[in-house]
């Protein structure tokens, strides 16, 4: 039984920053594609950042590039978003996803692993 557990949403303000973190149990994540996904009231699921496996190529959405950051941690089986510069339009619920294929993915489809979500809110 595997686990995505995303954990550091919350509400801040325009401006502000936070860190999104993803643990794995079940999984080794240093094995698998990373993928930072978000999901707004009444949108589609949107890929915003993808890691691949080596960690040697990654791929930011247009709308966060120069803001996000994606990166792991191995011993701790872990996945980071670090968000900074953060906008009225970034308030979404966040996902993390893994998966097989090694190579980024940006396409929900493409991710064979989910976490369950964690919201993260800005508004002054």
């Known amino acids: 039984q595997y686990q995505l557990a995303e954990s550091g949403g919350g509400l801040v303000q325009p401006g502000g920053s936070l860190r999104l973190d993803c643990v794995a149990s079940g999984i080794v994540l240093e094995h698998y594609a990373i993928g930072w996904f978000r999901q707004a009231p009444g949108k589609e699921r949107e890929g915003i950042s993808c890691?691949?496996?080596?960690?040697?190529?990654?791929k930011f959405a247009d709308s966060v590039k120069g803001r996000f950051t994606i990166s792991r941690e191995h011993a701790k089986n872990t996945v980071y978003l670090q968000m900074n510069n953060l906008k009225p339009e970034d308030t979404a619920v966040y996902y993390c996803?893994?998966?097989?294929?090694?190579?980024?993915?940006?396409?929900?489809?493409?991710?064979?692993?989910w976490g369950q979500g964690t919201q993260v809110t800005v508004s002054s």
């Open positions: 890691l691949s496996h080596s960690g040697s190529s990654t």
């Open positions: 996803a893994a998966r097989k294929v090694p190579t980024v993915g940006v396409g929900p489809g493409e991710y064979d692993y």
